[in-house]
């Protein structure tokens, strides 16, 4: 039996040796030598800024950034269509190299050769031994095609949703505010966000029932977010998949170019709340980082406000409502704040630390030596929000309506910062931890001054993951711009996140948009000519009665002269 076992071995032997090797012994993609040379130079020309020379996420922006660059000597990457814990392909860093990830400072760079982006792929391999281990690679995930949506899949998503608890981190209603999300971090410790979910054109991999499926069954390494791979069944995630996608309402934000302002008959009683504005026309703006003056934020946590307005003869009411993952009712806030002039840490933000230097926003920073990451003043160093802000050091969240004080001559605006000396502007503002409004005069981000803040009311409420501020003014008032029917107004908003350590210059903030104030009343052409009409038929019915009269008494009415 021995002797027949081996002649089997003997003859099979030669014919197992022909025989491909599997995937996971495959020869690996690192590139030549040259290749990778040819890699370095287009990374150092274009990512070590971020990501530093070393690939460590250190670059001299780093400070600056939030989410901070990936560190590519972790070998962790988040967006893959690998199992969890596995490396990315190559078509996986391809595609972030070339699309980038919304809503953080990694654009795209859709204009580099396909030669350019292999080698940088190449070098960027360079930065961890994993990627010569063969044990860290993995084939990528089968995606099938995604199953019709309707709404029984989403309301059976909604109880996986509860039952893998979701809600923790993501919230309630996937709006980022839940009881997890202020002290979530990755595994460097630096803090991270959860997704809004409502806001699908923020997600990192893709807004597609796809991308998210595939975020489901892949997990984002290195952070918080894990694989359902093995917890879910397949029909299980594509139920969750249809759950979160029907909490947005479409793949991209539809930003509003301008505002509209409804005319309305009735008295604009704040009591309403929120009904007082129905049938008026929302507008979705973006927020933006301040990054042009000291007091940078690069990445604010609010990333859009939508904004309604109603008026009748007398007054004008906005309705602002934004997305925020924690109301901080606490602390104080105020748009003549000084912001700090570089990144801070927490403790620096409660102090309220600042210089009177102006600085370069790239220049090098000197890291603080404390726990955790710090220099990213968005949470507390030992990962609770609680210190980040609130009370008597902390800060809170705060909202802005801001016009010109004059109606502008021509085309020219104030400076969008909070004026400018000879165009100052009229700031509404509501700081979240008062129960009235404030008014400032901006002559420029380092000269606001408190305004006169009578006839300016004000009235806020916070639900599960927004807040909803209503402003309310008189249209007409001598010591501001007059806001007239049938006309267009410039208008600015600004948002301050408390737990970010925003106040003064540190904020977000949209560009100038206008804002058409509607007439109290329409007038059609119709109704004009109908009223000559009836005018003028009046008038002949009138003329004739009188020839008549006239006749019947006998008296002649001599010929006009034609």
Known sequence: MKNAAWKWIVLVAPFVMLLPEPAAAAELELGTDAQQKAGKVVYERYCSQCHGTE????????????????????????????????????????????????????????????????????????????????????????????PPHDADSAKKGREVYLQMECHRCHGDQGRADGASAPSLVNDAGEPILPADLTKRWTFRGGPARRDIYRTFSTGLNGTPMPSYADSLTDTQRWQLVDYVYSLGAADTPNYAERVVSRSIADDLDMTKGEALFDGAEGAFLPLFGQIVEPGRAFHPNATGIEVKAVHNREHIAFLLRWNDMRADRTGENSPALEAPETTETVEEAASQASSTEESDPFADAVEPEVAGDATDDFFSDDGSAETASGGEAGFSDAVAVQFPAALPDGIRLPYFIFGDPDNPVDIWFADLAKPAPQRFVGRGSRSVAPGNPDGLEMTASYDAGVWSVIFKRKRRQEDAMAIEGGQWYPVAFSVWDGLSGDRGNKRALTRWYYIYVEPAETVGPLRPMAKAAVATFGIEIVLIALIRRKHKNGVSIPPTNP
């Open 55 to 146: 690939g460590d996420g250190k670059g001299y922006a780093a400070s600056h950034l939030r989410p901070r660059p990936r560190d590519f000597t972790s070998g962790k990457f988040k967006i893959r269509t690998t199992p969890s814990g596995a490396l990315p392909t190559d078509d996986d860093l391809r595609r972030v190299i070339r699309d980038g990830m919304p809503y953080t400072t990694m654009i795209g760079w859709p204009n580099l050769s396909d030669q350019d982006v292999t080698n940088v792929i190449y070098y960027i391999k360079t930065f961890t031994k994993d990627f010569k281990n063969r044990d860290y690679y993995a084939q990528p995930i089968a995606i099938p095609e995604p």
